[in-house]
Every structure is written in C-alpha cells, then in structure tokens.
C-alpha cells in the first residue's frame, strides 16, 4: 500500500466529493479510482517542492500552454522507445483533464459544423459532452471488443457528403471504457488509413493508457500517424494519480497545439490549474511520480484479479467475462434473456450497483464493472452479490 497516503484527521466528504457512498451498497458503477491509493502525501510534497523551486511563479497565471518543463517531461514520457523525434514539447498542451479538453473540441466541431463518429459502445459522457454543444454523434456498429472499419468508413463518408466537412472519429483504443478491449496494431494502421482516405480527424482518448497489467498495448495511433493534423491524442493524470488535480494533456500537431495555446481564454487566464501542473512539474522531476503509477498497477491488478476470480468461480452458465488489460472496467456478456436494467434493479436489491451496458450505447447485451474503486476484499463481497442477482435473473 501506498506509504505517502495520510487520512489523519480527514473530515467527511459529504458535500465534497461527486458520488457519495450508499450504505450498504458495494458500488462498481463508477469509474473511480480507490481513495486509499491517491497519494495525498506526495501531492502535498510536490506541492511544497513547487511552492519553494518557483516561489509565487508557481501562483501566477500560467503560460498558455502549460509550463514547458511539464510538456518537454511529458512529452518524453510518452514518446515511443528510440523515437523522440516524433514527440516534443511543442506538440503537448496541458488541458484540465479529458473532459475539458473534449469540451473544447467539442466548441469547434459545433462551429464547424462536424460530425463526431463512435463506436457502437463508447463513453457515454464524452458523447454527451459533444450533444451539449449541438454536434451529431453517430454510433457506428459494430462487435463490443473491435471496430468494424469498413462500416466507419461507410458512414464517414456519408457524413463528409451531408455536411461538407470530414467527420471527427472519437476512439477509445487502449483499455476501453466501457469494455476494457485493446485494439490491435492492425487495427489502428486501418484506422489512420481511412482517415487519411476520407480527410477525417482521429480523437484518440487514452485515458488509460498508463495501467497495463500485462504486456504493453500497441503505440498509439498519433504516434504512427504520416500527418500529425490527423490525430489529436487526450491523456489524463485522472486514473493513475488523482481525479482532483483535474490534469492531462493533448498530443496534436505544432499547429494546432499553438492555435489553441493562442486562444482567448488562454490568452485570458494562462494554461488551466497552473499550480497543479507545477506540483506535477516537480513530482516528474525525482522518481516518487513513476513509482507511484507502478504501485497503483500493481494494485489495481490485484482488484482486477479479486474480481474476476470470483465472478467466474460464482456466475451462472451464458455470462462471458473477458480479462481487461489493463484500465479500469471488467465488462461482463449476459445470455439471452438476461437485460441490463433488470438485473442492475436485482442487483442493488442484494446490495450491489454497477453500470447498465445501454448507458454506452447499443451492442450484445453485457453491463460494465468498475474493480478500481473498491479494495479487494469489497470487489469480493460485490462479486458474490453480483452472482446471486445474475442467478436470480436467469430465465427458468
């Protein structure tokens, strides 16, 4: 466990923090991350750290486009092995989480009248986020753990002729929410080149792209890109360090990295949570920051692992659990006859809530699990609860 997490003296959170805990319920719904491993105690030294390497500059409106100490540590973070060329500084805009920065785009698609594609499943908040300034989501089908290219390539077009602007593609490749599927590095070689067929714009989240329990996934998709205008790239410090920070940042081109650095309410206030990415800029500057995110792997491969094992050694015949990756979401296939929203209003009659599958879209029945907010032993208590609901939900 995580020797630089302090709960001293911690006074309640009602009020405080989004989504209360409900007694009596073992909640996998949300997609949080377990408060025993955000490490208040490093934060609270890197904060210090900033406060005294940069003095008030570190409480000042911050450069537009985040310090560049941060971006040039990022960028070099995240480079593909032997290939720093293909990543610096001035490719990275540090942004106020993913959410803020689909926000952004979101604003410019509206303007520009685009249409956003998705996967028949995908994050149903960053779609809303599109739908509150007016831009047209269209979910593509296509199977739960893949993309059915040739379909994506169907509607793009289709979108480009309606409205005389390319489509934007919004993926999730590495650790999908909500199934937690890798795509495959065919797979993303066949998606730059339909974008690069159709003048399209990837939006490649990758939010989660630091827990992989296992093997590494596939480069991302900007990183193997001819044209650095095809891929804007959203990472987030949400998942792997704190979601308070409100923290990530964009991969894009130069170009349209400085385009945003120059806009008016950068312009305004300088770069978002200035001081956070100070305390971030001196966390990367020892080695607290990658020993952290390797704990916090470790740990949330162990939840994972709690969970599955005693989903399988307890579920009924017909439901299907592949083994994530990596990330957050384990999501669970129901047999025919089985519906989301029944079994979620069983489920929470037992004690335990997770994510219905029709919240993130139409696809094979099947709900999502959230293992990284809760300790082992509670994902074990809401694994037998789980099992007993789906018992119960299965046609006699």
Not at 15 to 25: E, S, T
Not at 315 to 330: D, Q, V
Not at 373 to 379: R, S, T
Request: proline share 8%.
């Amino acid at each position: 466990m995580n020797s630089h997490h302090n709960t001293t003296h911690v006074q309640s959170a009602f009020g405080v923090i989004q989504g209360n805990p409900r007694d009596g319920i073992v909640d996998l719904g949300p997609g949080y991350l377990d408060p025993v491993l955000i490490p208040t105690g490093l934060i609270a030294q890197w904060s210090a750290d900033a406060v005294q390497r940069w003095g008030p500059h570190a409480l000042a409106y911050g450069a537009n486009a985040g310090p560049w100490e941060l971006r040039a540590k990022l960028a070099a973070r995240i480079a593909p092995a032997g290939r720093t060329d293909r990543c610096g500084p001035e490719r990275v805009l540090i942004t106020g989480g993913t959410s803020a920065a689909l926000d952004q785009l979101a604003m410019r698609f509206a303007r520009d009248g685009r249409i956003v594609l998705t996967e028949a499943l995908t994050y149903d908040l960053g779609r809303k986020i599109f739908a509150g300034w007016g831009v047209r989501t269209i979910a593509v089908p296509g199977p739960f753990d893949d993309v059915d290219v040739a379909e994506f390539r169907k509607v793009a077009e289709l979108a480009a002729q309606s409205c005389g602007i390319p489509p934007a593609l919004y993926l999730i490749p590495t650790f999908h929410n909500p199934t937690g599927r890798v795509l495959s590095a065919t797979r993303r070689l066949e998606i730059l080149a339909l974008a690069h067929d159709t003048g399209s714009l990837i939006i490649e989240d990758l939010a989660y792209a630091e827990l992989a329990y296992e093997s590494p996934p596939p480069p991302p998709m900007w990183s193997s890109a001819a044209d650095p205008d095809q891929v804007i790239a959203l990472y987030s410090l949400a998942k792997c360090v704190a979601p308070g920070l409100r923290l990530g940042w964009l991969v894009g081109s130069e170009r349209f990295v400085a385009e945003l650095e120059h806009s008016p309410v950068r312009t305004s206030g300088g770069g978002p949570n200035h001081f956070t990415a100070m305390t971030i800029t001196a966390g990367l500057a020892g080695h607290q920051f990658a020993a952290h995110v390797s704990l916090v792997r470790d740990e949330l491969r162990l939840r994972r692992d709690s969970l599955l094992c005693a989903l399988i050694a307890q579920l009924p015949e017909g439901f299907t659990i592949p083994c994530p990756g990596g990330g957050f979401f384990a999501w669970v296939g129901l047999p025919a006859g089985v519906c989301g929203d029944a079994l979620l209003r069983t489920a929470e009659g037992r004690g335990v809530s997770f994510a219905a599958g029709r919240r993130f879209g139409s696809s094979p029945g099947g709900v999502r699990l959230c293992f990284a907010g809760c300790g082992p032993e509670q994902l074990a208590l809401g694994a037998a609860r789980f099992a007993a609901a789906s018992r119960s939900a299965v046609p006699r």
